[in-house]
Every structure is written in structure tokens, then in C-alpha cells.
T-cell receptor, first 110, second 118 residues
Framework: GEDVEQSLFLSVREGDSSVINCTYTDSSSTYLYWYKQEPGAGLQLLTYIFSNMDMKQDQRLTVLLNKKDKHLSLRIADTQTGDSAIYFCAEMGNTDKLIFGTGTRLQVFP | GAVVSQHPSWVICKSGTSVKIECRSLDFQATTMFWYRQFPKQSLMLMATSNEGSKATYEQGVEKDKFLINHASLTLSTLTVTSAHPEDSSFYIC??????????????FGPGTRLTVT
């Protein structure tokens, strides 16, 4: 079945860039998403990318997609302490169901 | 492992009727549950946060009188779609937090309920 994997932890210094990686197995993925979950809160959609795109930029966020390698990344420029959260990637294929990764806990230290 | 169930998994109802969807944490107590909605070919959107013993917190744009949430026990939260209309047809997914040591927690998603309003 479909599988989405992420590294569990990432720690960065405030002001540096953060890169959160995600790999997936479903070759029929049509959309790929990044969600942010702050402590005690629900998932919030950050950004998404269509599978026929290579890159999408939205302010401090840059999403890169390598469809051949089934690799997705989220880069956060000028990371701030308020960016500390768990980041989930998710893919949607032909089944119309979202498959989530395990989440990457980003910790930003001063 | 921890399991979150939803019931029913699929429901069809007539316009104007109400539908109740249950979300249960099967082997742990969940003080916080979340309700999400997913339109076809679209992303998951958070509707509300359900806290046991208190009123749910709704996201902006979600009608609290239409989507009634009751978190009556530590293992059950219900979402009632009142006076359903075809535009309420969607996939509804809940998730639950299971606390871990300290302030950490794990999150588990239910399998979802597909609602079709005719």
C-alpha cells in the first residue's frame, strides 16, 4: 500500500533555514501537502503542490518535488521560534484519500 | 497499537435530516479530539477542536449550529450535521491525541466517514 515517510526530529537555530523531507511510494499521487501542527492544536494546511510541478514558493516556504525519486521537501527560510511545531506531509492519489507521514517535530532554538 | 474508530464509515441521508458521526478512541483516553472535513480532490481542513467536558472550539467559517460537537466522555466525540444539505456531502475525519510522558502526545486518525446528502 501507499506509504509516506518523514524523519522524526529536526533542530535548527533561529534565523537559519529548515528543510523537512518526505518520501512517498504512491506513483499515482496527484497532490502533495504540508501541514503544521502546533502543540495542542489541530492540523493546519500550510501549502500544497500539484504533482506536475517541481517547485512552489509561498513567502518563507518553498516546496520542492522530485517526482522521479518520489521526494518532497519543505524549506522554511529564516526560521523563527514560532515555527516550532510538527510538520506533516501528505499525499493524495487516485483513491482520493490522504495518506499522512508520521510527522517531523521541528525545534527552533535561539 | 492505539486505534481511533469512526461510525458509520459511510452514510447517505436525505436533505433536511440530521446525521450523527461518532469518533471513538478504542484503547486510550483522549481529552482532545479534532474534526476535519475533506472535499473531493481537496485537502483536509480542520473544522473544530473537541475537548472533553467543555464546548468545542470551531475554526473560522464553520457554523457551530450546523455542526454540533459533543465530547461527552474521554473516549467518544460526536459530530452531528444538522439539517444536512447536498453541499455538506464530504469525507469527515476525526483524530485524537493520546498523551505520552510529559507534555508529549501521539496523534491517531480515524478512518473517516463519507457523508452523501441527496
Amino acid at each position: 500500500g501507499e506509504d509516506v515517510e518523514q524523519s522524526l526530529f529536526l533542530s535548527v537555530r533561529e534565523g537559519d533555514s529548515s528543510v523537512i523531507n518526505c518520501t512517498y511510494t504512491d506513483s499515482s499521487s496527484t497532490y502533495l501537502y504540508w501541514y503544521k501542527q502546533e502543540p495542542g492544536a489541530g492540523l493546519q494546511l500550510l501549502t500544497y503542490i500539484f504533482s506536475n510541478m517541481d517547485m512552489k514558493q509561498d513567502q518563507r516556504l518553498t516546496v520542492l518535488l522530485n517526482k522521479k525519486d518520489k521526494h518532497l521537501s519543505l524549506r522554511i527560510a529564516d526560521t523563527q521560534t514560532g515555527d516550532s511545531a510538527i510538520y506533516f506531509c501528505a499525499e493524495m492519489g487516485n483513491t482520493d484519500k490522504l495518506i499522512f507521514g508520521t510527522g517531523t517535530r521541528l525545534q527552533v532554538f535561539p | 497499537g492505539a486505534v481511533v474508530s469512526q461510525h458509520p464509515s459511510w452514510v447517505i441521508c436525505k436533505s433536511g435530516t440530521s446525521v450523527k458521526i461518532e469518533c471513538r478512541s478504542l484503547d486510550f483516553q483522549a481529552t482532545t479530539m479534532f474534526w476535519y472535513r475533506q472535499f473531493p480532490k481537496q485537502s483536509l481542513m480542520l473544522m473544530a477542536t473537541s475537548n472533553e467536558g467543555s464546548k468545542a472550539t470551531y475554526e473560522q467559517g464553520v457554523e457551530k449550529d450546523k455542526f454540533l460537537i459533543n465530547h461527552a466522555s474521554l473516549t467518544l466525540s460526536t459530530l452531528t450535521v444538522t439539517s444536512a444539505h447536498p453541499e455538506d456531502s464530504s469525507f469527515y475525519i476525526c483524530s485524537a491525541f493520546r498523551p505520552r510522558q510529559g507534555k508529549d502526545y501521539e496523534q491517531y486518525f480515524g478512518p473517516g466517514t463519507r457523508l452523501t446528502v441527496t
